[in-house]
């Protein structure tokens, strides 16, 4: 019984990769194509909010209360929503709608949760702050599909103009974030 599975999974493998060389399409793989190439657009669109999570602490003006370093730590985190019509759209041109368990997913979207852990330092003689942040979690494996987080990100801010009772606290800054999954 396991040979003639094998060899009818096979035969089915080889009719699925051959069917592109011969010019025959492979049946609904257009309609596949497009749903996910939809999917992925609709989905990336909530990573950049995601990547922003962590270094949002603070006021602008980077100053000193004592004359030593500034140093503070801390967890950050955060949810950016996937929008339903990602889900909905791929499961409809794959012909899963009603019938694979999505169909109840929350109005508001998919939560895509993040994290982060900062350290920022600043005050060394200058009004200056420089941070960092990491988060990470290892491969894990459900099944057939499989997850893995990485979110990194780096800043720096000087203080411009350190304000008073009519003016504004004005500091400017640079940073980096990097997110893969």
Known sequence: ????????????????????????????LADFEDGFKSFSETFANSLPMNSTIGLNWSDAYIGQLLPIPSFGVGITTGVTMVPVAAFTDLLG?????????????????????????????????????????FGTMPKLDLGEVSAEYTNFGVDFRYAVLAGGVVLPKVSVGVGYNRLSG
């Open 93 to 133: 041109d794959l012909g899963l709608g009603a019938t694979s368990g999505f169909d109840n997913l929350p109005a508001a979207g998919v939560p895509l949760p993040g994290y982060a852990f900062d350290a920022r330092l600043g005050g060394l003689l200058i009004p200056f702050d420089v941070g960092i942040k």
């Open 1 to 28: 019984m396991k040979k003639k599975i094998l060899a009818l999974a096979l035969v089915l493998s080889l009719g699925v990769a051959l069917a592109p060389a011969t010019g025959q399409e492979i049946p609904g």
